[in-house]
Each structure stands twice: as structure tokens, then as C-alpha cells.
């Protein structure tokens, strides 16, 4: 089968190969493990060097790309992957973390405390779905228009799930703080 | 204009951080924080902790020896091997 040729493999040098650390990342959060992570961006840029023509010069590589990791996630890396047992969330809207610091850290510099990689255990604890599109938005900055295109799910879907998923990622990182000690415990109202 | 309450005002925060509501919502929520310190204080404590993820985990980078690997493995491919 013929492959590209070299002014294809120079253009997808130039638009895809910068978005390599995106993908990388986004790759550590939907695998949330190092060594799949780099098996599927190969995977992914092999896929995307194959199917370059098809990619429309000047339109959105970024978005192109990412939708290549996530079908090839699910296609061929899901089933690999140890997936957290999703906390009971869907139903149950978690609280707003606020509540509980206003009267003693309104600031939130517990937050400051928690080391790196705590916080990336943290996001690596949550469901899939809800990762995906935390990476997508506030790790990587897509617009919510740009994630919805991606994922191929609506822009309301987008919304609630990232609501969702940053409640639920400061109760963790709460839970932690306090367990650390960073910060007190409210106290149980009487 | 409806006025939003402080429930709904709070339910716009992370959008309306994010630069992600219509202008005439913007304008609401905008209205609701100059007026209630309340939710002033919890859009500021949003912020942090938006500005925390951003700052804690996009600065990771694909690793240089993965990175070569990945450049290899597309020579390879053009070279029809």
C-alpha cells in the first residue's frame, strides 16, 4: 500500500508533530499509566501519518489528532487499562468544596500545599469520562465548542460533565488536604 | 433582565471563568457577584483552583527518548518498512 510521500511526512512534521505533548498528556490521563500512555501516542501518530490525507490543511490538527487517541483508546487500550471503580457521582451532585473552607481558607491556599503529583493522582482517580474532558479544558484549554467536536458529544454533555468532574476532583483534593493536615476539618454543625 | 439567586449564580461559575457564556449571562452573573460577596468569594476560590490545575499539570512534557521513539517509528512508516 502506497504510504505518503515526503512533502506529506514534511507537512505532518509541521502541523502534527507539535501537538505531541498534548497528546502525551491527554494520553497519561485517559491511560492513567506512563508506559501505555507512550504506546498509545505511537499508535495514534502512526494512525494520523496513515490517514494524513484525509487531514484538511490548516483546520484544526489539534482536534484531528485527539480524536485519533481517543477512538484508538477505546478501541484497543480501554480493555488493557485498570479502570477505577467510578464513586457513586453520577446521580449525587457533590457539594461545592467552598462550603466547607469560606470561614477558614476562602482562598483555597490549601491548594498550593498539595504536591504535583497528588494532584495527578487525583485527576487519574476520577472516572474516564470525566478525565477526558478535565484534560481537554482546563489542563490543555479547548473550548467547550472544540471538546464537544472531539468527543463527538454535545456541548450541554460537555458542561455537565466537566462540572462534575472538578467538584469531585476538589473533594479529593480536599479530603486529601485535610488528611495531610493542610487544613482543619469544618466542624459537624451542632 | 431576571436576576439570577446566588444557586444558579454559583451553577454559571466555572462557564462564566472559563469565558464560556452568552454575553447576556456574562452580564448577569457579573451583576450577581458585584452585589453578593458570598458568591464573589466563591467565584474568586474557583478561580484558584482553576488556575492551580492549569499551572500544576500542563507543563508536563512527552518525554525526549519517547519522543524519538515516536519520530523513528514515522520514518520507518515512510520509508514503506
Known sequence: MAEPST????SFDEEAL???DTLYRVALRLTADPT?????????????????????PGTNARGWLLTILRNTFINDFRRRKHEPVAMDLEAVEPHAIYRSVQDTDPEGTFFSQIVDAKVVEAIDALPADFREVLALSDIEGMSYGEIAETLKIPVGTVKSRLFRARRQLQARLYAHAVEMGYIKPREAPR | MSRLDCEEAVAHLYDYLK????????????????????????????????????????????????RARIVAALRAAARGS
Open chain 1, 7 to 10: 512533502a506529506a511526512l514534511r
Open chain 1, 18 to 20: 507539535p501537538h505531541l
Open chain 1, 36 to 56: 501505555l500512555a507512550e504506546d498509545l501516542v505511537q499508535d495514534t501518530m502512526l494512525k494520523a501519518y496513515r490517514s494524513w490525507r484525509q487531514y484538511r
Open chain 2, 19 to 66: 469565558l464560556e457564556l452568552t454575553p447576556d449571562l456574562v452580564e448577569e452573573v457579573r451583576t450577581h457577584l458585584d452585589r453578593c460577596c458570598d458568591c464573589a468569594g466563591h467565584a474568586r476560590f474557583e478561580q484558584q483552583f482553576l488556575q492551580m490545575l492549569e499551572a500544576r499539570v500542563s507543563k508536563e512534557t512527552c518525554p525526549n527518548e519517547v
